[in-house]
């Protein structure tokens, strides 16, 4: 069995003048989600299209789990499920009977079809529209129908092109729930986004291209240590509103705490170290102190930070 | 790898050949085209045609029930034309363009088929939807002639006709789709083709026939009055001559070659152009 990667070598793609991807070297391998992150135009859905063999590189190329797309699509993206440009589906068209072309295209056994089938649709919450007619659904119905149709074949590979942009908050996290849960399935999850909560809430790794040049790509943690002063940071959230001498008293002075920041009475951002284990060593002696902690994860700040450096950086 | 006690994924099953591919996208595709408006059009412009024929044939008789070869030379010859050209500008007009326009292009691509297979599997759902409106043209004809000539409606012609349709079907199809693959715009591909079919490929007829005088070989709408010429016995001469006017009339065996080579040429590069195509 394969583990599952997107390769680029020296991707690149120009519009006449215009470098809309340049020099692109990466490499992402394993069951995880990288979030690919960059401002309007930076180059991500262009990047993502290449993948897909929609449009052709000028330079370079790119493979899907060792298979180049360009040279043999068919068999490439016969590991990947693919969701660029909120595409459509034939109006006329069930989401059973649109997921039943699908599997049939990707060869599915007829005999699994069914059960598949009412497995990704029960997956991305459509099983009550599995026989209306696509062309009457809302946006965010379509979306949930075209992750149905990139999971039908169980594929190794996910590429999304900002999975959840255009949806309503509610949409947009029921994409995100989604997405979160495809992590357990053991894929490599390869989606494009600007909205940084998002890849912060759902990424384990991230990579920022900004003006078809890739700045980094590495593990959020990481990412978040090297460009900041060294450390990770993480957002605490408290059941009771915190007492500022506490904050500056206590926390400010439990082991791995670097720095300490009260974002509002419930809320604080902690600089600690970027190692895991470090980071447990800290969440576990802030739940000693039996302030009523409920979250401890990631600040989609930190990372906030980083991307208005890197891209600030480039201007 | 996969999370501890997690299998990874794989894709299931195997991938099907390309045919086995093309036939499947043919099947859905199909099924679109079936429950959609311009299906429902193309059923109401065939049954328009096949009124007025009816009732043009039922109020003048005449000439038109002298044998059913006559009958069938007129009616069907000249009523299949217009109707495959209708059927071509509404399944085959914005085939691949629509398929930019409304983003299902999109959806196909990211599957994993090559591009020459969507377009395989699209020109055999346009080529059999616009199949269902010949056959319904045919069958109101057929019960007109059972009509006026009871079992004896059925002339050896009507066969060979028939097949001539269908290759002039699929000739015109090539082209349509050829048109359509250099656009991303349905309404300037439609147009397009309509334009040229309806008066395009006549004007020029006129033009070579009359101004240039030479025959129009290289037209497909010179090969296509076969369908009905067929039925006329003897053939009508290839080169006739009145009033000053030199008028062509293409033989069976030129009217064929017209459409295969017609056919293969706008196929391929119809087929050349989408496989170049990029989804920007």
């Known amino acids: 069995m394969n583990t599952p990667s997107l390769t680029s070598v020296g991707l690149g793609k120009s519009f006449g003048s215009f470098v809309a991807v340049q020099g692109l070297d990466l490499k992402v391998e394993g069951a995880k989600c990288v979030g690919f992150l960059g401002p309007n135009g930076a180059g991500k859905t262009t990047t993502l299209k290449m993948f897909a063999d929609m449009i052709f590189p000028s330079r370079g190329e790119a493979f899907i789990n060792g298979i180049s797309v360009r040279k043999d699509r068919k068999h490439a993206l016969s590991h990947a499920g693919v969701l660029i440009?909120?595409?459509?589906?034939?109006?006329?068209?069930?989401?059973?009977?649109?997921?039943?072309?699908?599997?049939?295209?990707?060869?599915?056994?007829?005999?699994?079809?069914?059960?598949?089938?009412?497995?990704?649709?029960?997956?991305?919450?459509?099983?009550?529209?599995?026989?209306?007619?696509?062309?009457?659904?809302?946006?965010?119905?379509?979306?949930?129908?075209?992750?149905?149709?990139?999971?039908?074949?169980?594929?190794?590979?996910?590429?999304?092109?900002?999975?959840?942009?255009?949806?309503?908050?509610?949409?947009?996290?029921?994409?995100?729930?989604?997405?979160?849960?495809?992590?357990k399935h053991g894929r490599l999850i390869f989606m494009s986004s600007h909205i940084l909560s998002e890849v912060t809430d759902v990424c384990d790794e991230v990579a920022l291209i900004d003006r078809g040049k890739l700045l980094f790509y590495d593990t959020l943690a990481n990412v978040t240590a090297r460009f900041s002063t060294g450390n990770a940071q993480v957002d605490a959230v408290f059941v009771r509103p915190l007492d500022p001498a506490q904050v500056t008293g206590t926390i400010a002075h439990l082991p791995g705490v670097k720095a300490v920041e009260l974002l509002d009475p419930k809320r604080v951002r902690l600089g600690v170290p970027p190692g895991a284990l470090e980071q447990a060593q800290v969440l576990e002696a802030l739940v000693a102190l039996r302030l009523g902690l409920v979250s401890f994860k990631e600040s989609t700040g930190a990372l906030e930070d980083v991307y208005m450096q890197q891209i600030a950086r480039g201007d | 790898?996969?999370?501890?006690?997690?299998?990874?994924?794989?894709?299931?099953?195997?991938?099907?050949?390309?045919?086995?591919?093309?036939?499947?996208?043919?099947?859905?595709?199909?099924?679109?085209?079936?429950?959609?408006?311009?299906?429902?059009?193309?059923?109401?412009?065939?049954?328009?045609?096949?009124?007025?024929?009816?009732?043009?044939?039922?109020?003048?008789?005449?000439?038109?029930?002298?044998?059913?070869?006559?009958?069938?030379?007129?009616?069907?010859?000249?009523?299949?034309?217009?109707?495959?050209?209708?059927?071509?500008?509404?399944?085959?007009?914005?085939?691949?363009?629509?398929?930019?326009?409304?983003?299902?292009?999109?959806?196909?691509?990211?599957?994993?088929?090559?591009?020459?297979?969507?377009?395989?599997?699209?020109?055999?759902?346009?080529?059999?939807?616009?199949?269902?409106?010949?056959?319904?043209?045919?069958?109101?004809?057929?019960?007109?002639?059972?009509?006026?000539?009871?079992?004896?409606?059925?002339?050896?012609?009507?066969?060979?006709?028939?097949?001539?349709?269908?290759?002039?079907?699929?000739?015109?199809?090539g082209t349509t789709f050829l048109f359509s693959s250099l656009f991303k715009t349905s309404a300037y591909a439609i147009l397009v083709v309509a334009v040229l079919f309806l008066f395009g490929f006549s004007i020029a007829q006129v033009l070579v026939e009359d101004l240039v005088k030479i025959e129009p070989w290289f037209l497909l709408s010179y090969a296509s009055p076969v369908i009905g010429n067929i039925f006329s016995n003897p053939y009508p001469s290839h080169i006739s001559s009145g009033f000053g006017v030199t008028t062509y009339t293409a033989t069976i065996p030129e009217a064929i070659l017209i459409m295969i080579v017609y056919f293969a040429l706008t196929t391929l590069a119809g087929y050349a152009l989408f496989t170049r195509e990029q989804f920007t």
């Open chain 1, 85 to 183: 440009e909120s595409p459509e589906i034939y109006p006329s068209l069930s989401p059973t009977e649109a997921l039943e072309m699908v599997a049939e295209i990707r060869g599915v056994p007829r005999g699994e079809q069914p059960r598949r089938i009412r497995s990704v649709l029960d997956e991305v919450k459509m099983l009550d529209w599995a026989h209306q007619k696509v062309g009457r659904f809302s946006k965010g119905m379509k979306q949930r129908i075209q992750i149905a149709a990139a999971l039908v074949h169980d594929p190794e590979v996910l590429i999304l092109d900002e999975p959840s942009t255009g949806l309503d908050p509610r949409g947009m996290a029921e994409v995100r729930a989604i997405v979160r849960e495809q992590r």
């Open chain 2, 1 to 173: 790898m996969a999370a501890p006690g997690v299998p990874a994924p794989t894709a299931l099953g195997g991938l099907p050949s390309d045919e086995h591919q093309a036939f499947r996208l043919m099947r859905f595709q199909l099924r679109d085209y079936l429950r959609s408006r311009r299906f429902l059009l193309m059923i109401a412009l065939t049954l328009a045609i096949a009124a007025i024929v009816t009732l043009v044939v039922a109020h003048f008789r005449g000439g038109l029930v002298s044998s059913p070869a006559a009958f069938y030379g007129s009616l069907w010859g000249g009523g299949v034309g217009v109707l495959i050209v209708f059927a071509g500008i509404i399944y085959g007009g914005d085939a691949i363009a629509g398929e930019f326009q409304n983003k299902t292009g999109y959806f196909l691509m990211g599957l994993p088929l090559k591009r020459g297979t969507i377009y395989q599997g699209k020109f055999l759902a346009a080529y059999l939807a616009s199949v269902t409106a010949v056959v319904l043209y045919l069958a109101i004809l057929l019960l007109n002639g059972i009509y006026y000539f009871g079992m004896n409606a059925f002339p050896w012609q009507l066969a060979a006709s028939l097949l001539l349709a269908l290759l002039y079907l699929g000739a015109l199809l």
